[in-house]
């Protein structure tokens, strides 16, 4: 028994799906959410992450399968019945009522008597105790999120929903409520099951993520799982950038796998980290590395010696780079792959390392990870058509 | 040339202000004519008889109490069914409900004069008796519309997320119908019923259509005492409703600004 599993659930969707007429915006699946945990549902628009969360708190139905909360079933309760809060996308603050009534709301409907205590330490710990008296449309936007959050987490659910809580917030705004999101986790100690499209801020707060696209869920692990070793096209793009290159066995070398691209480039994949179907000599991979991994020397270096032995080594030329501060990305025309993206941080700049310039790409084979063959190579990028049906 | 180019909106906006509020200025000054004969139509010397003893002619304040019960009783019933119906329209999709969309229009649409006879046949054939109730019924009818109308405007504009949030936090369907949807509705129904008081008060042509014989509300006691000559009293009456009219107005703004100036 693993770690996880031995904890207590605190959400477990078994089989469940969900169809709107014609079209299946959640195909069956399967799904526990650790107590206590951070767990974010990420994916594009329309790939179903909303819908799971909706049938979660009760506001959709599921045409097939089942929601637990901890041990308890709790398919057929209507939302006001489930221990599960919501914070909306839209905050949905109710207009009519003031900060404080809008905290209380949850608990009056309760029939707790005394609500003022508990409503004064929420407002205390979003840092909006001044403001209890003022209407939503007073204020500003990251206040009414902060006043949806404490609404939410007042009456200590057993799960609470945040729905692209940040989606409506400016960049700066956005960092600052990520760090006090996870902040607020960390001292109420609930489950969060957070659904967002920003695969930065999955990161940066989850501490479990699964990767959805067109209704399924494509990986779910840790974020450093999902980003040294995605298990499919989509999650490698996705999740950051990937270089991906379509490659060929050609034999093995110990625990290594051997790759042959563009006829005569040979790379190095741990047997461990492919995930095509077969290892026979003569299956299509697609192997992957992050733009970050990969080294950059100039060709003239590279002749000198300044490459390890034992590296993947790829020739090309430089046709852009773009400085970023911390890093310069650099774009590399190769025979394995016109773009190949690399990142380089400003430490010692190179500066032969301009366009046009005849470089040597190399890296640690252990970084590199392989993908099945059949895969599309653009899955989950931005030219990626989008295979993802849309969600009403 | 300037000047009247700067002030164009103004000048306009005081003129169409003339034009409608002439009329009321003329019955509130004619309410304290006293009148040489029958008819209060030119003026002969200031006095407040009329208004020290405005139910001095007779059956004229029945009319105006007859009035009030009856528009007081169309609007409730009005706004209860209006309101109801409206959420039905607005929320959810069933068979006929274009159809209801465009019907609910029709007592606005149609002449009033074509409504009111056949209504009055209508009762005629049901043989049902012409009086309160009869005027009650064609009231409800035509305040119902209103009601719909401005209740599904508002209705329509209402944020659904709003009784998501209040269903997720533990309010039931009749708590979430009272705590959330009817207080945001509210707009949308006061302004339904305040019209439909209003329409209610001074309709005279359906209602002298479905009228029994001693049944006379206050329009129709005005129409009547116009063949004879109309007392001072009615410009009492008149005047008084134009003012507490009024007041309601200025009574809402003031509460409205406080309410903003203070949150």
Redesign the interface.
């Given at each position: 028994m693993s770690a996880v599993a031995e904890q207590r659930a605190g959400v477990t969707l078994t089989g469940i799906s969900k169809e709107f007429g014609d079209v299946t915006a959640v195909h069956p699946l399967d799904l526990t959410v650790p107590r206590g945990s951070f767990f974010a549902l990420l994916g594009a628009s329309g790939c179903g992450k909303t819908t799971t969360l909706r049938m979660i708190a009760g506001l959709e139905q599921p045409t097939t399968g089942t929601v637990r909360l901890g041990d308890d079933d709790v398919t057929a309760l209507p939302p006001h019945r489930r221990k599960v809060n919501t914070v909306f996308q839209s905050y949905a603050l109710f207009p009519h009522l003031d900060v404080h009534d809008n905290v209380a709301f949850g608990l009056r409907r309760r029939g707790i008597r005394s609500v003022a205590k508990d409503v004064r330490e929420t407002l205390e710990l979003v840092e909006l105790g001044h403001l209890a008296r003022r209407k939503p449309h007073q204020l500003s936007g990251g206040q009414q999120q902060r006043v949806a959050l404490a609404r939410a987490i007042v009456n200590r659910p057993e799960v609470l929903l945040l729905d692209e809580p940040l989606g409506a917030l400016d960049l700066k705004l956005r960092r600052q409520m990520q760090l006090e999101l996870k902040r607020i986790q960390t001292e109420v100690g609930l489950t969060f099951v957070h659904v967002t499209h920003d695969q930065e801020e999955a990161m940066t707060m989850a501490d479990t993520i699964a990767v959805m696209n067109a209704g399924r869920v494509e990986q779910l692990g840790t974020p450093v799982d999902l980003y040294e070793d995605p298990a499919s096209s989509f999650v490698a793009n996705f999740l950051g950038q990937s270089n991906l290159i379509a490659a060929e066995i050609a034999g093995t070398a110990g625990a290594d796998l051997l790759l042959s691209a563009a006829g005569d480039v040979k790379l190095a994949l741990p047997a461990a980290r492919c995930r095509a179907r077969s290892t026979a000599v003569g299956t299509r991979v697609l192997a992957g590395m992050r733009p970050e991994k990969i080294s950059l020397a100039h060709r003239d270096a590279a002749v000198d010696g300044a490459v390890p032995d034992g590296r993947n080594r790829i020739p090309g030329t430089v046709v852009d780079a773009s400085f970023t501060g911390a890093a310069t990305q650099y774009l590399v025309d190769s025979p394995v792959c016109p773009e190949l993206s690399v990142f380089v941080q400003n430490v010692e700049r190179d500066p032969r390392l301009v366009p046009g310039a005849q470089v040597v790409l190399h890296w640690n084979p252990a970084h590199t990870f392989g993908l099945d063959g059949e895969e599309s190579l653009l899955a989950g990028t931005l030219e990626d058509a989008g295979t993802g049906e849309e969600a009403p | 040339m300037r000047w009247l180019r700067r002030h164009l909106v103004v000048i306009a906006g005081t003129l169409a202000l003339v034009y409608l509020l002439l009329p009321n200025v003329v019955v509130l000054v004619f309410s304290f004519n006293d009148p040489a004969g029958r008819y209060n139509y030119t003026w002969q010397s200031f006095s407040t008889d009329a208004w020290s003893d405005p139910c001095g002619v007779a059956g004229m304040c029945d009319s105006v109490g007859l009035s009030l019960r009856i528009a007081l009783t169309a609007t409730v019933a009005a706004t209860v069914i209006g309101t109801l119906a409206a959420f039905a329209l607005a929320r959810h999709r069933f068979r006929g409900r274009a159809a209801g969309n465009s019907l609910i229009f029709l007592p606005m649409a149609m002449p009033e004069v074509v409504m009111a006879a056949s209504l009055g046949t209508l009762f005629l054939n049901m043989r049902i008796e012409f009086g309160v109730t009869t005027i009650l019924i064609a009231h409800i009818m035509f305040c119902l519309s209103f009601v719909v109308v401005a209740v599904k405007a508002r209705v329509a504009s209402m944020?659904p997320?709003?009784e998501?949030?209040?269903?997720?936090?533990?309010?039931?369907p009749l708590?979430?119908f009272l705590?959330?949807t009817l207080?945001?509705a509210a707009p949308g129904i006061a302004a339904g019923a305040m019209l439909s008081f209003a329409i209610s008060l001074d309709d005279f042509i359906i209602t002298q259509f479905n009228a029994g014989p001693s049944t006379v509300t206050f329009p129709m006691y005005v129409w009547g005492a116009s063949q004879r000559g109309i007392p001072v009293q009615v410009n009492v009456i008149g005047t008084a409703m134009f003012v507490a009219a009024l007041a309601l107005v200025v009574a809402g703004q003031v509460v409205g600004a406080r309410r903003r100036s203070r949150?």
């Open positions: - | 944020d997320k709003l998501e949030a209040a269903r997720d936090l533990y309010a039931g708590q979430t705590r959330v207080p945001l949150a």
